[in-house]
């Protein structure tokens, strides 16, 4: 064991593969997976009053949540982000859950908002993006709404070590955001809940120069490559935030993933992958070694957040070959008691569709700049009535509407 001073960072200790070690802030601990669900109930404003009176309180089971009893609730499905600040306001926007005068304030009431995954790669404001998504669900939980988010392939991708996909900007954000924390006592609750709300103008306040990420500046991208260690290794405050998310959530008859699931994920446990995820990310184990990746979840082509057997295009594919996709979906959703699956990771190039009779809805319209710098779009689920809608609130155009009885 020996201790890091390097490139301005407080002192850490060097754990497993030679990565820095930054121990869990103690106002997160570790806790033992839920079997009782816990309640965001409703507590009405004036604005929200009549609403919230006639409302059941939302029950989350399981920690990780997994599944989500939401009765009456509005839900709001959003694709992956990639780093991209101003498209992900953008679609928060679009939904109807964020303010448009710069304070991000919660404006959703009772909705519920589910994000899919890909915050993480391709942009520059990832740690920016999940300040803002936890800032609304602690601004909604009181007045009966939440924002749920669910791990995709690049925050695995990330907890593991390959930053192959990272933008040069988001290794200067982690390293702003380590010395942010420097400035608050390395206090992670309120340096991360906060940073939404300093991160544009402490970056522009601590502006690198020019040339900051020349090739030959090696000491200088060497800070913004530990920070991002130090932050994202398993055990690291930005992996433990991170593994308060699962990778499956199931929310009233819907079941939302990043890639896909098939019966055998269900057979193996939903709760039981988002645990183990979770575990994996906090860096806990009973082995010497480390933590175990869970394969079933994170690795492999037909692993849950990497599957594109439901939103690649197999307009090409023999019509038995659908027919086969579509029983295996219909299999994993008769397994899980859902009406429908949504699933990000595989940029639509014709914006947010459904298939296989709209048992599956496909809404990753690569939004970020970073990949297609699409228009954003949103996935809205009322009454078991699916809208996939874009453009502005007030002129919203219908893509798809489908009903579920």
């Known amino acids: ?238 992996a433990s935030e991170l593994a308060k998310h699962g990778v499956v959530l199931k929310i009233n008859d819907w079941v939302f993933c990043h890639g896909g699931l098939f019966p055998r994920h269900v057979a193996y446990g939903i709760e039981r992958m988002n645990a183990e995820v979770s575990q994996w990310m906090r860096g806990i184990s009973e082995s010497e070694r480390g933590p175990r990746i869970p394969f079933i979840a994170l690795r492999g082509y037909d692993s849950v957040v990497w599957n594109r057997l439901y939103s690649r295009d197999n307009s090409d594919s023999q019509p038995y070959k659908n027919s086969q996709i579509q029983s295996v979906l219909e299999e994993t959703l008769q397994a899980l008691g859902a009406k429908a699956m949504v699933v990000g990771h595989t940029p639509q190039t014709a914006g947010i569709n459904c298939k296989y009779q709209c048992s599956v809805w496909r809404i990753d319209v690569g939004m970020s700049s970073g990949v297609l710098n699409s228009r954003p779009e949103v996935l809205e689920i009322v009454h078991d009535k699916a809208v996939a809608i874009r453009g502005r609130r007030d002129v919203f155009i219908e893509l798809q509407v489908t009903n579920y009885t």
């Open 1 to 238: 064991m020996m201790v890091l001073r390097s490139c301005g960072f407080p002192s850490v200790v060097v754990g497993h593969g030679g990565l820095p070690s930054f121990p869990p802030p103690p106002s997160t601990p570790h806790r033992p997976l839920l079997r009782r669900g816990i309640t965001f109930p409703c507590y009405p404003s004036s604005a929200t009053a009549s609403t919230c009176s006639s409302l059941q309180p939302i029950v989350v089971t399981g920690d990780p949540p997994t599944f989500v009893s939401a009765p009456g609730r509005r839900i709001v499905a959003i694709g992956d982000l990639h780093g991209d600040l101003d498209q992900a306001r953008r679609a928060l926007q679009l939904a109807g859950v964020l303010s448009s005068d710069g304070l991000h304030s919660w404006t959703g009431n009772h909705t519920v908002v589910v994000q899919l995954g890909d915050i993480l790669d391709r942009g520059e404001n990832e740690i920016a993006i999940l300040s803002l998504l936890r800032s609304l669900h602690e601004q909604a939980k009181p007045q009966g709404g939440a924002v749920f988010q669910i791990n995709g392939n690049h925050e695995s991708m990330n907890v593991e070590g390959d930053y192959r996909y990272a933008d040069a900007g988001a290794f200067d954000e982690c390293a702003s955001f380590l010395d942010y924390m420097g400035e608050h006592g390395y206090d992670w609750e309120e340096a991360f809940v906060n940073w939404i709300s300093v991160a544009e103008k402490w970056r522009e306040d601590h502006n690198m120069p020019q040339g900051y990420w020349d090739p030959w500046n090696l000491v200088k991208r060497q800070k913004g490559v530990i920070a991002r260690s130090v932050l994202l290794q398993p055990g690291g405050p930005l």
